[in-house]
């Protein structure tokens, strides 16, 4: 799946752009130099619903799910969410601050998300990921470091040690290998 150039401000052309109000302005001249790589469920193990794209829209019925109710008042995002079945959904512009890292440090740089473009798995730690998860987050990764000056791509466990086990043991980090400007980049 070709995810095709950024337009408008940090747009992909390709995805399917749903907003998320939780976003902001990135520092002035904050660069991009991190993708951060996220699993998420809603409700946890449970794929396909609308949960994820209710959470990052601030639309999550507490009432729907037992574990809706401890979440509901959070306010977060991520750039991206790659679902399983590999379709792309874009929440914030690359040009702005999602909400996706929280308390985050990367080799002595805190608050993760002034600098980083989040992706999210639609995943959890106890079960494989899709290969068209895989094509779709190498395709996406490969872009983005067209784009911006990547540094690094890592998980938001790497960022958030002893808080955050995101993308979890069943992500294979050797799947990025394939991208071609990446060695040495990963993790």
Not at 87 to 102: D, M, Y
Not at 121 to 130: A, K, T, Y
């Amino acid at each position: 799946m070709a995810v095709g150039p950024c337009r408008d401000g940090g747009w992909l052309e390709r995805a399917r752009h749903i907003e998320s109000p939780n976003c902001d302005a990135r520092p002035d001249g904050e660069l991009v130099s991190l993708v951060v790589v996220h699993a998420i469920s809603l409700p946890p193990g449970h794929f396909g619903g609308d949960g994820i794209v209710q959470l990052f829209t601030n639309r999550l019925d507490p009432t729907a799910h037992p574990y809706f109710a401890q979440i509901s008042g959070l306010r977060v995002s991520a750039h991206f969410l790659l679902r399983r079945d590999g379709e792309l959904i874009q929440f914030v512009s690359g040009r702005q601050r999602a909400w996706h890292a929280g308390r985050s440090c990367w080799q002595g740089r805190e608050r993760c998300n002034d600098f980083s473009l989040g992706i999210e798995l639609e995943g959890c730690d106890d079960l494989p990921f899709e290969d068209a998860q895989y094509l779709g987050l190498v395709d996406l990764v490969r872009l983005l470091c067209a784009q911006y000056p990547i540094a690094a791509v890592v998980g938001h466990s790497d960022i958030a040690p002893g808080r955050k086990t995101d993308p979890g043991p069943c992500f294979d980090w050797r799947r990025l290998g394939s991208i071609g400007n990446l060695p040495g980049k990963l993790r």
